[in-house]
């Protein structure tokens, strides 16, 4: 029994005549998402794309469950091909729908005809449908109103696809297509959020992480890259670049007031990851911050990390509670991952009483003791970068 994945690409069809070009896109993350699995073909039928597999070897279920996290995929359907033939296709709905039909109580049969050229009309094929499945199944009820379980059958030009109900899909805009930004990951719950959602709105992801040994561990940065895996079952492949952020920060220990350590520390990560930002082409940066989570989000103090960005910073965390990024961490699998007891450079050197209300006049005058540009150039060089897949 042949089998496909009909997708259907949700706001995708807002784009009028830019649709194709954003469907295409989608086809091109999901042929490079799936093409260790072996080969598809990928056909546009109005309001559907059909993923197709040439070969029969393809591990279907890990394909399934790849589309599943695509971004730009509202729902989609594992559908069985059958035959033009009324008789084909009650046979086809039973042998691929028949254990599923078995653990429920009620169904409805829903028929799409697209080729009018097909002998039954939609109800007709409901009609002989459901009554050969209540043939074979006796103590099946029909409710069109709340069924378990709807069985759908569409009669296209060239072929007949069953399925049962639809799969919800990641949603979203196609990766790649609202462009590139560079996310500052570290180890916590939040910028693993935080990149989720703008990958989901379309942008490439690059991430920037800052590590400070020997105050951080080799397993931190590990962990890390873990995280960076797990965003990218969704957004796809991340380019990882780890800034080594030691000697910046002890100058500020040593050099600026216990009381503005974070908020300059934040600036200056700020300054290099533009820098990283503008070389991997990227057009935007994205923080996991949370307004008034902590002493370095409340509003002066993002209002003092801004003044130094050069291209727009995106926050998309910056309305939700606690629980709510936690949530959003568990659906995406980093929650477990990000309580990992490793410390990333951010928790190094907190203070004790950090200045909640900062002006910049006075973080700019705490910043002018220490000449930070040549150190900020050997950070840079001294980047190390990787690619991860999810």
């Not at 780890?242 to 600036?267: A, G, S, Y």
Request: with cysteine; net charge neutral; glycine share 6%.
């Amino acid at each position: 029994m042949k089998k496909v994945i009909l997708i259907k690409n949700g706001e995708l069809v807002l784009k009028g005549l830019n649709r194709s070009t954003f469907e295409d896109m989608l086809i091109k993350n999901m042929r490079r998402r799936l093409s260790d699995l072996g080969k598809f073909n990928f056909i546009k039928a109005q309001s559907t794309i059909i993923a197709e597999p040439e070969d029969e070897d393809v591990d279907f279920d890990e394909a399934v469950d790849r589309v599943s996290r695509i971004f730009g995929i509202v729902a989609f359907s594992v559908a069985a091909v059958a035959e033009k033939e009324l008789g084909k296709i009650e046979e086809c709905v039973m042998e691929f729908l028949g254990d599923e039909l078995r653990a429920v109580r009620t169904f409805k049969v829903n028929a799409k005809r697209s080729d009018k050229k097909f002998m039954y009309k939609s109800p007709e094929i409901c009609r002989e449908v459901g009554g050969y499945i209540l043939s074979k199944i006796p103590a099946l009820r029909v409710d069109v109103h709340n069924p378990e379980l709807t069985v759908t059958v569409e009669v296209r030009d060239r072929h007949v696809f069953v399925h049962g109900n639809q799969l919800k899909g990641a949603g979203g805009m196609p990766v790649g297509s609202s462009g590139r930004a560079a996310l500052l990951l570290s180890g916590g719950i939040d910028s693993p959020v935080a990149g989720y959602m703008m990958a989901k709105r379309g942008l490439i992801l690059t991430a920037v992480h800052f590590a400070a040994p020997p105050y951080t561990s080799p397993r931190a940065e590990l962990k890390v890259k873990k995280l960076a895996a797990l965003v990218a079952r969704y957004s796809g492949r991340i380019n990882l670049a780890v800034v080594p952020f030691t000697e910046i920060q002890e100058h500020i220990k040593d050099n600026c007031p216990e009381e503005l350590f974070t908020i300059i520390m934040r600036r200056l990560m700020m300054k290099i990851a533009l820098r990283i930002a503008k070389n991997d082409k990227c057009q935007a940066l994205i923080t996991g911050e949370s307004l008034g989570q902590v002493a370095s989000q409340t509003i002066g103090a993002i209002a003092c990390t801004d003044a130094v960005a050069t291209m727009p910073v995106f926050r998309p965390c910056i309305g939700m509670d606690k629980e709510e990024i936690i949530s959003v961490a568990r659906k995406i699998g980093t929650f477990e991952t990000s309580l990992e007891p490793y410390e990333d450079c951010c928790t190094v050197f907190t203070p004790k009483h950090p200045r909640t209300r900062p002006t910049l006049e006075l973080i700019e005058q705490a910043e002018s003791r220490v000449d930070f540009e040549e150190m900020l150039s050997r950070a840079v060089s001294e980047t190390r970068f990787c690619s991860i897949d999810g």
